[in-house]
């Protein structure tokens, strides 16, 4: 009688681990109900009342934060505004064919957008400062990078609003895909009439709202939640059509358009990377460089400054580019005194350079000086506060012979950790009781409105 081989330890360790991969990743771990997160999505598609207005505050937030090119400004009303729900709301109805709650998503949307374009555009033609800042110009045009913020940004979005506890990921999912800051550039092209930063701004926009629903649409489909139920089956084949029409409209463009963005972004970073490794010269040097996707061909322009380089080494230069994949591309080199570069551009250039650096500077002093100067005149307030606090004491405490007031630094050893604290020091002939101290304390804390003061007797 023959005896079975008993199966490889190995293989078994790695079924195991598959299994044990398989129970980490699984995403119907706490999963809320279909119907639940279907009714969750379906609530956060209206934009009416209190949600409506504040989208109003949020666009005015962000439009603040874009004019005055402050970050922090920026993501606090990405994470006021409600504009995620309507587009999730267009990829879960995809996903289980509810043709109304698509229908309903696209008209709260378009609501939304035009509510949002149109706040902004009334903020910023009567605003004062009219320059784009780095913060608006980085919204004019859509990168690589921004498609896959979106699709993934999407899909953390989706798992979090299928979850039992909802966490914080929509607020990160809504400061990560930035939908606000376009639709305020938007309104900033319209309101200056500049239908370049216009088209760039709801490009992205478009962009990022139709990599999100994907997102909701393919995490719908594979968690496999119940579809929209007809009792007519004609009815129920002509919204799938209507559906899947939609679907395809949508989204093949879209894809198009981000292979685009690919290609692009593919495309300037080797142009960069060419311009960095094959333009160093011993006594000639990059002024400045330009890269134009848009032409046919494409083009990148560099200024040199220094030492006029011969037309061999120019044009060997040039070959070189092929090398980078930049095939297609023309490479054209202006030299200063060669009349390809004015001087007075190269001036012109150079001082722009030196005024923002110095500008730089000239902030970070002011901002040392202005620090200095609240440090300077807490201490004269507080100098002042003594001389006044030493009369009044003396009327109380007559025995009180020395009084001074200070803010001193102190080191918590154990925290590691600095704090400034008010110190008085007083001198009373003869020593008062501990009633006395006690009250004069009390009484110090009251007159300085400081929770604590240290008081030193002598």
């Known amino acids: ?185 938007a309104g900033y092209g319209l309101a200056t009439f500049n239908f370049y930063y216009f088209f760039g701004a709801f490009y992205l926009f478009f962009i990022n709202s139709v990599f999100i629903s994907l997102s909701t649409y393919l995490i719908v489909r594979f968690m496999k939640y119940p579809k929209k139920e007809f009792l007519d089956h004609k009815k129920e084949k002509q919204v799938q059509t209507y559906i899947t029409i939609f679907t395809i409209i949508t989204i093949v463009p879209s894809i198009y358009l981000a292979y685009g963005i690919v290609l692009r ?57 092929k090398e980078y994949g930049l095939d297609q591309t023309e490479v054209v080199i202006h030299q200063s005194g060669n009349g390809g570069t004015d001087l007075n551009v190269l001036r012109s250039d150079i001082l722009k350079d030196l005024y923002e650096r110095n500008e730089q500077v000239i902030q970070d002093k002011d901002q040392r000086i202005a620090i200095l100067e609240n440090e300077v005149a807490n201490y004269a307030q507080v100098r002042a506060l003594g001389g006044e606090i030493a009369q009044e004491a003396k009327i109380n405490h007559p025995n009180l012979r020395k009084f001074t007031l200070n803010r001193s630094l102190v080191t918590d050893l154990e925290k590691k950790k600095a704090d400034t604290l008010l110190v008085a020091y007083a001198e009373f002939v003869p020593k008062p009781p501990r009633a006395e101290r006690d009250k004069f304390i009390e009484w110090l804390k009251l007159r300085t409105k400081s929770d604590t003061v240290a008081l030193i007797l002598y």
């Not at 320059?131 to 919204?139: H, I, N, T, V």
């Not at 000639?284 to 400054?305: A, F, G, K």
Request: proline share 5%.
């Open 1 to 185: 009688m023959t005896s079975t081989p008993p199966k490889p330890r190995k293989r078994n360790q790695f079924i195991r681990f598959l299994l044990y991969l398989k129970d980490r990743f699984d995403l119907h771990e706490g999963k809320e109900d279909e119907l639940e997160t279907i009714e969750y999505v379906r609530k956060n598609v209206d934009f009416k009342g209190a949600n409506l207005w504040i989208l109003i505050f949020a666009i005015f937030v962000a439009s603040v934060g874009l004019n005055v090119n402050s970050t922090a400004v920026i993501i606090g009303a990405m994470l006021i505004s409600p504009l995620m729900g309507p587009i999730m709301g267009i990829g879960m109805a995809a996903g289980i064919n509810d043709f109304e709650l698509l229908k309903r998503s696209l008209r709260n949307l378009g609501v939304a957008v035009f509510i949002s374009i149109l706040t902004s555009t009334i903020y910023f033609y009567f605003s004062p400062l009219d320059g784009p800042q780095s913060e608006l110009l980085a919204r004019t045009e859509p990168t690589v990078w921004d498609v896959l913020i979106a699709l993934f940004g999407g899909l953390a979005g989706i798992v979090a609003g299928s979850r039992k506890e909802k966490s914080n990921a929509i607020p990160g999912v809504a400061i990560a895909t930035a939908l606000m800051p376009p639709l305020c550039t």
């Open 265 to 321: 972004s593919i495309w300037e970073e080797q142009a960069k990377r060419y311009v960095k490794i094959e333009m160093v010269f011993p006594r000639t040097q990059i002024l400045n460089s330009d890269y134009d996707y848009s032409t046919e061909p494409r083009r990148i322009q560099v200024n040199l400054i220094g030492e006029e380089l011969d037309s061999d080494l120019i044009e060997i230069t040039k070959e070189k580019a």
